[in-house]
C-alpha cells in the first residue's frame, strides 16, 4: 500500500500550484489531503469520497483550493490557486479505506503519503 505525493515547490504569493497523490495497493473511500507548517499541529485540507466525488474543504482553503481525480490511473489531484504565505507547509496525502467527505481528523486516515514541501514567497 502506497501514497506518492509530488508537485509541491517554490511558488509567489498569489500563484499556483498543482499537487498528486497516487495511490497503489488496494482501493480507498476516502483520500484527503493534510497539511503541516513549521512549529504547528497537521491539519486537514480536503478530502473526497472517491466514489460519487463527493468533497469537502476547510475554510481557510475553501475556494482557492479544488480536488480533482483520475479514477484510471487512482491519482487524487490538489489544484493551489491564490496560494498565501500562510499556504507554506509539508502536505500530505491521506486515505481510508472507510469513511466520508466530512472526516477531518488525521487519525481517521490509515494510510499517509511521504508528503511534499510547499514554500510560498512574497
Known amino acids: 500500500v502506497q501514497l506518492q505525493a509530488s508537485g509541491g515547490g517554490l511558488v509567489q504569493a498569489g500563484g499556483s500550484l498543482r499537487l498528486s497523490c497516487a495511490a497503489s495497493g488496494r482501493t480507498y473511500s476516502v483520500m484527503g489531503w493534510f497539511r503541516q507548517a513549521p512549529g504547528k499541529e497537521r491539519e486537514f485540507v480536503a478530502a473526497i469520497r472517491w466514489s460519487g466525488g463527493d468533497s469537502f474543504y476547510a475554510d481557510s482553503v475553501k475556494g482557492r483550493f479544488t480536488m480533482s481525480r483520475d479514477n484510471a490511473k487512482y491519482i487524487l489531484y490538489l489544484q493551489m490557486n491564490s496560494l498565501k504565505l500562510e499556504d507554506t507547509a509539508v502536505y500530505y496525502c491521506?486515505?481510508?479505506?472507510?469513511?466520508?467527505?466530512?472526516?477531518?481528523?488525521?487519525?481517521?486516515?490509515?494510510?499517509w503519503g511521504q508528503g511534499t514541501l510547499v514554500t510560498v514567497s512574497s
Open positions: 491521506a486515505a481510508a479505506r472507510f469513511g466520508y467527505d466530512t472526516m477531518t481528523r488525521a487519525r481517521d486516515f490509515e494510510s
